[in-house]
Each structure stands twice: as structure tokens, then as C-alpha cells.
């Protein structure tokens, strides 16, 4: 989609489906439903909630992205990346399972759909950017460690244990000599089925494929009696619209967990929609695919599910597959209505095991490791913010840690604003370029001039270290001329403007000229104007380059 709708206010329903494709679009749909069918299923079972609820989850994704969604690729529902984070959370305030547990889920998908389309209304696709890489690699690391924890009981047929993730851990150690034979082959055989699968092509049903031929064996080989769980009997629950009877005192406990969810769901719809554009040539129009989201997560709200996300494995299918646009994603949402409906006494058999070996394909999955390699070869502080982000989820209940990690990149962001220091420039010999002074670089000064910049935003953040390092450029030179090149300087705030205001004032007592060059940023240049700078700064002083304010205040060559 155009990105000048948004300034137009043009946000027509089912936009997605513009360019459809009958043939393309069925077949990616039919696929899409192949692949999301056990997904759907085993991510529901990590979250503590009967499978059925998954398939809702899904179908309420696909129509709400489709409904107001930009992206032609995307593919919404249950994702495992939220669901451990929401489901630790809802855990601290209600038994997992429990009539209130449901209840505040589909209260929690409301909210997050809530604040994701006021995301997409407001256009705050910059909140997409508060997790850093590094913090998003060790977060996705975290939740991996999570998952696994959570499915190996399943796939051992051991009792799942209580507690932190680390006692969780010890008490599994402990137990490995009581594992059940069959459910450990039926996991870690579908875990190899889908990995050979995804190896050989993404295209291939690995999934369904090995929930098949294990529930096959469950039934021909009689496992059940052998210690084997199945899901069981699963009611063909059709979506019909529910609220949840929740005291407003629960609603309000539930902020904090939304907000955090909510963050996530942006980073990983911007991610997938930037890295699965509808239009090359065009910008990915994030704010968009805020509303589709968050409309998919309301409508999972009122299906009587949990919050959903958009999938990158999911979207990358769809788009490899022939998928033209969102006619597949619900063409998928159609498959999945109809195995409700008709079909759910096929899952009747499907064994635990088999879902926890999905699971633990996409924990190991979702381990960045070519990428924690290269942050560790080309930044070690940035391979540190991984391992503490992936600390904090692993160690602390998971809806903390996830907050923590929020808070953990925005530090960084902080961190790498205050290390703006000051810069002193030189000429380039026979040229008329000025450029950051280097020690292995020749360059030239000029007597009774001092060209300084900084390149970061004028802050709170770094606006004292930088009066202190101008002073220390006036002590050690006494320049009669002072040239601030700004070109790095692409936002000043009121703390900043104050301590320029008294740099300008402290020159022109000591008889320093203060010109300003290079000032391309719009903000800065508003800046200037709000904060009145003009009126300390002559604006016959303010130039295009270092080399025109030289030549006309030094009277240079």
C-alpha cells in the first residue's frame, strides 16, 4: 500500500485482498492451513488452554488483519513468542485452565488489541524500535529456554513441575531415569520429521506430517495404554462473540502485562511486514499493520481466545506458496472453521508428545545463532546486553523479564545517546572539506579558528559533557573564531538549547565569534527558532559550511 494513504486519512476495509489471485491465494491458503493447523494446536497447549482455542486464535488473526491489514502476505494468530510471556503472567492472577485464566485472556487480548490500534491510529510505529537487536536476539533466546522447559515434561511423559525455570530445570534432571520410551520417540521423532522437512523446503508440512503419522502410531500400536496422553475429545467450538466478567480491579492488573505484550507484537508485526514487503518499491507501512494486528487481537478477544501476532515462518510461506493477498490467509481461517465443525474427532488421538516436539522445533528455531556469533565477533558489550536479557527471562517469572528487557534497550539507547562527545574537525589539505580530526589522518587547523560538532542529539542526556569539553576547547586554544558544525546534531531539546544559549553567552564575553554551520536537521532548525537561539546567535552567523563561515568571519583562505 501507498504510504501518502496514511496523509490522505484513507483506510478502506479488506484493502488486502485488492490484487488477489483465486488459484495463487487458494493454494498458499491450503498450504498456510497445513502448516498452522499443528502449530496452532501446540502453541494453545503451550499457553494452557485446549487446543480448539488456537484454531480461534488463528481464524480471528486472519480476519482481523485482513480487515483492516496492508500487508498482502502477512499471516496473524497464536504465536509462540507471546504466548509463554502472557501465559506466566496470567498464571501469577489465576489458575492455568481455570474459567477466570480464560476469562482474563480474552480481557488481555482486548487490551492489546486495544493499544495496537491506537498504535496504528496515532502512527507510533517508532515504539516498534524499543527493542534493540541485541535485546530483541537475547529476548527470543529466553523465551526459547522457556518453551523448551515447558514441552520437555510433555515429551519425557513426566509430570510438569512448579516453580522458577531453574528449579523447573533441576527437577527434570532428577526425574530423566522415570521417562516414558513412547512419548519420547513420538517427540523428538516429529521434532525430526519437521526439522528434515524445513531443511529439504519451508513449503512442506513437516508439522502436520509428523502429527499424523504419530497419531497413527498412537492408534495402531494402542500407546495410550502404554502411558502415552493424547489431547482427547475436542469440542468443535465455533467462534461466537463473549465478554469476560472481570472486576475492574482484574482489568487494571492486567496494564502492565498488555503494555508488554503489546511492544512485542509491535516489534515482531514490523519486523515481518518490513522483511515481507506487499510493494518493494514502496515503504512498509507499519502503522497499517498496527491496526490489522491489533484488530486480529479483539476479534480473538471476542472469539473467546488470546492475544495474537503476526508470524514471520507463516508470512514467508504465504509469499513463497504463490499467496497474492490476505484471500489466503482466510482461505486458511476457512480450512481451519471447517475442521471445527466437521472434523475434530481426528484430534481425538493426537499424542502430547508430538505437539511438544513442534514446540521444540520452533524453541531451537528462534535461537538467532548465526547472529549472537556476530554480534559477540564485532560488539562484546552488545553480546553482554544478550546474555543479560536472556537472564532476566530465564531467571525471573517471564512477564518481568520481558519488562525488564523494555527497559534494558531503552538503558542502551540512553547509554549510546550520552557517549556523544565533542568533536574537534581539521581541514583536508587543498581542499575546502572539514573533517573529524584522526591521528592517522593529516589535517590542517587553522590559527585563532576551532571547528567543533557533536555527533548525537543535543540532550539532557550529554548537554553538561558537552559544555564542559567546548570550555576545555576554549581554555586549551583561545580561539578567536568558534564554528559549531551541526550536521550531527538532529535534535536539540530544552536542557540543550539552555546550555547552548550559555556557551553562545560565555563566548561573546570572552570575544570568541560563534558561527554555526551545516544546521540540515528540520527539528534542530525548529529548535533554534523555539528556544530562541536566533537571539543569541546573530543569524548572518549561521552558514552552509565550515568553509564559508571560515572565509567570511576569519577572513581565511
Request: net charge neutral.
Amino acid at each position: 500500500m501507498p504510504h501518502d494513504d496514511h496523509a490522505k486519512g484513507a483506510w478502506p476495509l479488506f484493502q488486502s485482498l485488492a490484487s488477489y489471485s483465486l488459484p495463487g491465494d487458494l493454494l498458499a491458503g491450503l498450504t498456510l492451513a497445513a502448516i498452522a493447523i499443528p502449530e496452532q494446536m501446540a502453541t494453545a497447549r503451550l499457553g494452557g488452554f485446549a487446543p480448539q482455542i488456537g484454531f480461534l486464535a488463528f481464524m480471528a488473526g486472519s480476519l482481523g488483519f485482513a480487515l483492516l491489514g496492508g500487508n498482502r502476505f502477512l499471516s496473524c494468530g497464536a504465536d509462540s513468542t507471546i504466548t509463554p510471556i502472557f501465559a506466566g503472567g496470567l498464571a501469577a492472577l489465576a489458575l492455568s485452565g481455570s474459567p477466570e485464566y480464560q476469562g482474563l485472556a480474552i480481557a488481555l487480548a482486548l487490551m492489546v488489541g486495544a493499544m495496537m490500534l491506537a498504535g496504528g491510529a496515532f502512527r507510533l510505529g517508532g515504539i516498534a524500535n524499543l527493542l534493540s537487536v541485541p535485546v530483541m536476539v537475547g529476548f527470543l533466546a529466553g523465551i526459547s529456554v522457556h518453551i523448551i522447559v515447558s514441552q520437555l515434561p510433555g515429551v519425557l511423559g513426566l509430570e510438569q513441575p512448579s516453580g522458577p525455570t531453574l528449579d523447573r530445570i533441576g527437577v527434570l534432571a532428577s526425574e530423566l531415569g522415570r521417562t516414558n520410551p513412547f512419548t519420547l520417540c513420538i517427540g523428538f521423532a516429529v521434532l525430526a520429521v519437521v526439522f528434515v522437512s524445513e531443511k529439504v523446503s519451508a513449503k512442506i508440512p513437516g508439522a502436520l506430517i509428523g502429527l499424523v503419522a504419530a497419531t497413527l502410531a498412537v492408534i495402531g500400536l494402542g500407546l495410550e495404554s502404554k502411558g502415552v496422553n493424547v489431547v482427547g475429545s475436542v469440542p468443535g467450538t465455533l467462534p461466537r462473540p463473549t465478554l469476560p466478567d472481570l472486576a475492574p480491579e482484574q482489568w487494571v492488573r492486567l496494564v502492565p502485562l498488555a503494555f508488554v505484550i503489546t511492544v512485542v507484537v509491535m516489534v515482531q508485526t514490523a519486523a515481518t511486514t518490513r522483511s515481507f514487503p506487499s510493494d518493494p518499491d514502496q515503504p512498509a507501512d507499519v502503522d497499517r499493520d498496527f491496526l490489522g494486528a491489533g484488530a486480529g487481537s479483539v476479534l480473538a478477544g471476542l472469539f473467546g481466545a488470546f492475544p495474537v501476532n503476526a508470524s514471520p515462518p507463516r508470512t514467508g510461506i504465504v509469499a513463497e506458496t504463490g499467496g497474492q493477498s490476505q484471500l489466503s490467509g482466510l482461505a486458511a481461517a476457512g480450512i481451519v472453521l471447517a475442521l471445527l465443525a466437521f472434523a475434530t474427532g481426528l484430534l481425538r488421538h493426537v499424542p502430547d508428545a508430538a505437539l511438544g516436539g513442534i514446540l521444540l522445533f520452533v524453541a531451537l528455531k528462534i535461537i538467532r545463532v548465526k547472529q549472537i556469533g556476530t554480534i559477540y565477533r564485532q560488539s562484546f558489550s552488545e553480546f553482554l546486553l544478550i546474555i543479560a536479557t536472556a537472564a532476566l527471562i530465564i531467571v525471573l517469572p517471564i512477564e518481568q523479564g520481558a519488562f525488564l528487557g523494555i527497559v534494558l534497550s531503552l538503558l542502551h539507547g540512553i547509554w549510546s545517546t550520552t557517549r556523544g562527545k565533542l568533536v574537534e574537525f581539521e581541514r583536508v589539505p587543498g581542499t575546502t572539506i572539514w573533517w573529524p580530526a584522526h591521528p592517522h589522518v593529516a589535517g590542517e587547523r587553522i590559527a585563532g579558528v576551532a571547528v567543533i560538532g557533536l555527533q548525537a542529539p543535543l540532550s539532557f542526556l550529554n548537554a553538561p559533557d558537552f559544555r564542559s569539553d567546548v570550555t576545555r576547547v576554549l581554555g586549551a586554544s583561545a580561539p578567536q573564531l568558534l564554528v559549531l558544525e551541526a550536521s550531527g546534531m538532529v535534535e536539540i531539546d530544552f536542557t540543550g538549547a539552555q546550555i547552548l544559549l550559555e556557551i553562545f553567552k560565555a563566548c561573546s564575553e570572552q570575544g570568541v565569534t560563534v558561527a554555526l554551520a551545516r544546521l540540515e536537521s528540520v527539528r534542530a532548525q525548529d529548535a533554534f527558532e523555539r528556544f530562541k537561539l536566533f537571539d543569541a546567535l546573530p543569524r548572518e552567523h549561521v552558514f552552509r559550511s565550515v568553509d564559508e563561515a571560515v572565509r567570511k568571519l576569519a577572513k581565511a583562505n
